[in-house]
């Protein structure tokens, strides 16, 4: 299963600041690019600050594992501070069993 996440994102003058979790308790990979260059990997990306240059596009992909036994629910949530103003987007999907697993891919394009 793939979920897609597609927005813009209203640039300042500084740099812009990034931050995914992978919620509801499950188990996850995220990978980060910056116009298709990758700049971050790893089970927890937060405060990872890119240019805020203008026509960019910042792009999230992460893989998450329902590993939590309570649960079927996967999440992944993502916030973006330092353009005009601080914004937060969820992107989620119910697995169909205990060890599914889910891709994420989020692209913001920074305006």
Not at 37 to 52: C, K, M, N, Y
């Amino acid at each position: 299963m793939l979920v897609r996440l597609r927005e813009s994102y209203l640039i300042s003058t500084g740099p812009v600041t990034i931050d995914v979790t992978v919620g509801e308790g499950q188990k996850g990979f995220t990978e980060v690019l910056l116009n298709g260059a990758t700049i971050a990997s790893g089970s927890s990306i937060h405060a990872l600050t890119v240019p805020g240059i203008s026509g960019q596009k910042l792009r999230v992909t992460s893989t998450v594992t329902d590993t939590n036994p309570a649960t079927n629910n996967t999440s992944v949530t993502y916030t973006l501070s330092g353009g005009k103003e601080t914004q937060t987007f969820t992107s989620a999907h119910t697995v169909g069993s205990a060890g599914d697993t889910v891709d994420y891919d989020a692209i913001f394009l920074l305006i």
